[in-house]
């Protein structure tokens, strides 16, 4: 057993700024109240980052800014659509070899879980894992955090509850102390890993490398590459609501930049490019327009596109071979009965 006592910082890409501010340290367990607070300090505002994005060619808007409060419940809506295959699917591989996951990872560990939301997928696994000892949450958002906190209160009265609001994108601190466990693994589901580009994906896996340490491991959603068609009626549903999803960006900006987006003249596309094994998701200017943001006009043509994501779909090889780049050594695959969505197991490679 070794003791995770000393603060392990994650750290982000060559190109960061000072490192976030210390956190809260926890004597006694905390309430739902105690949220560890890291500030982001380095993400440039919503305001910076529309205007670059609009300034550029071709033109792009950051998928992080999707989800505001409109825009979470889109995304929760979208998870229950019959045509996105990828939440159905992921919950099931927990449901049928959770009890196979739970033995992969082993007794008594330290759970990190990464932008886990409301926390379906970690309370089944929670629930299937032996005598887990601390469970680190580290979400973005306050008020889910708060409720998911409460809530695995009464449901795991025996493990150590760990919750941190921070941008998992930026760097941060975990909080100690936290209780003598066997090993941290960091949970990391949803197929959120799909928004990176391959490099970028093993720049941000080597970050969970340091995070999870010397015998770590990593539990990771992803996407497998499938029939383009299957694909592309997850992301262009029938009863638009990705298509409000995407849709909400530009509503987004109009809300709180003060843009003038008209919403009547903008439609949501997604397509699969299955070279580059991902979907690409558009916003296309339905005519020639002009649009004020910050006091200057953007110009848009008839039919020009705005890249608002990019959602990779991996192979298990491929995607073995990416967090291999990382310091990760594969173990096992699940998947779903019908093949469409993988979780791996990973373990820090031992560096000999
Ligand atoms: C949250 C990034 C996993 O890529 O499937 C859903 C976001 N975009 N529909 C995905 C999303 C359009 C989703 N991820």
Redesign the pocket.
Known sequence: MSLNGRARQCQSGSDLGAPNEPTVVFDSPPTAEDLTSVPSQRGSSFLEETIAGLSRSPRSLP?KF?YDERGAQL?QK?CELPE?Y?TRAELQILRRHGGEIAAALGAQIELIGLGTGAGTKTRILLKKLREPAVYVSIDISKEQLRKSTARFRKLFPKLQLLPVTADYLEPFDLPLPRRVSSRSVVYFP???I??FKPNAATEFLRRLVDLCGHDGGLLIGV?LQKDKGVIEA??NDRHGV?AQ??LNLLERANRELGADFDLNNWRHR?IYNSDEGR?E?YLISECDQSVYLDGRPFQFAAGEKILT?Y?YKHTPEGFAAVAGRAGFEFKRIWTDDAGLFGVFCFAVASSM
Do not use: L, P
């Open positions: 998928c999707f995304f979208i996105y990828i949803g197929s959120t799909g928004n996407d997850a992301y990705t999803f995407n997604a979907v998701m994501e959602s």
